[in-house]
């Protein structure tokens, strides 16, 4: 496969320290042309903004997760508006809510939900949206909003995929997708339209078997392709492809192929 995207990553957390350039490397020669590195608080947004900066290939979303929402003081949601400025700035997120650990107070995730929804509203940008047990609150927040986004490391199963898609959302799919457990989620990757489908890895989090229970990575958004692919019945690279122009579409994220496009150059005498 040489056009995957892995549309949700945190190559800026600390499991990354000792080894971030290598794991980038590795990207790179896995085929990625793009990996979209989301912030879940104001440093990891700023970390994620100055990977950006860094690597051609890399874009950030800037926002406070709902574990974190009590720190979302005005002064912070200031400098995320700040940020979010950034060209390579694509989205606002992780955003959401989180009602299975509760790290943040209930009417306190809903508060920066909203607070953050309107921020994305303003400047026009897309939402990568978190919800564990919490969908019937994110539904009704994302249904009062008018913009679009992606439900990420989606796990509403298949009974809420039509309402999720009426909203104009797209789905996230991760690592769990592989899990012999999983079979709702596989259920989704079957239905949920071509064009409505991410990719994505969650790393180093949600790690896809054949590497459960290791590190996650961008270069293993290639398991979620191919669990994907088996789950409907089509070719890898299809799915690859598709998913990429889905990110393109719904981040504007430049998606060509690097690795040709810079051979490309060397035969023209380029730089």
Same mark, same amino acid.
């Given at each position: 496969m040489t056009q995957l995207v892995d549309s949700h990553a945190h190559l800026d957390f600390p499991q990354f320290d000792g080894d971030r350039g290598t794991v980038i490397g590795r990207a790179r020669e896995a085929g990625l042309v793009a990996i979209l590195n989301v912030g879940t608080d104001l440093a990891s947004s700023r970390a994620a903004v100055a990977l950006a900066e860094a690597h051609?290939?890399?874009?950030?979303a800037v926002g406070v997760h709902p574990h974190d929402a009590k720190t979302l003081t005005p002064a912070?949601?200031?400098?995320? !508006? *700040?940020l979010a400025r950034h060209p390579k700035v694509v989205a606002i997120g992780e955003i959401g809510l989180d009602y299975y650990r509760d790290l943040s107070p209930r009417?306190?995730? !809903? !508060? &920066?939900?909203?607070?953050?929804?309107?921020? &994305?509203a303003e400047l026009g940008l897309p939402a990568v949206v978190h919800s564990r047990e919490a969908h019937d609150d994110v539904l009704a927040a994302l249904g009062e909003w008018d913009g679009v986004g992606v439900l990420h490391s989606y796990s509403g199963g298949p009974e809420r995929l039509e309402e999720v898609l009426s909203l104009g959302f797209s789905v996230g799919l991760?690592?769990?997708? *592989?899990?012999?457990? &999983?079979?709702?989620? !596989?259920?989704?990757?079957?239905?949920?339209? +071509?064009?409505?489908? +991410?990719v994505e890895t969650d790393c180093p989090y949600l790690t896809p078997v054949p590497h459960r229970g290791r590190r996650n990575e961008p270069a293993y958004v290639r398991y979620v392709v191919e669990a994907v692919a088996r789950a409907r019945g089509e070719e890898p690279e299809g799915i690859a492809r598709a998913a990429a122009e889905n990110a393109h579409r719904l981040f504007e994220i430049d998606v060509r192929n690097y690795?040709?496009?810079?051979?490309?150059e060397g035969k023209r005498g380029g730089p």
């Open positions: 051609d290939f890399i874009y950030a912070v949601l200031e400098e995320l !508006r *700040t009417p306190v995730q !809903r !508060r &920066a939900f909203a607070e953050q929804l309107a921020l &994305a991760s690592g769990p997708v *592989t899990f012999p457990e &999983a079979r709702k989620l !596989r259920a989704v990757a079957a239905l949920v339209p +071509l064009d409505r489908l +991410l690795r040709d496009a810079e051979e490309t």
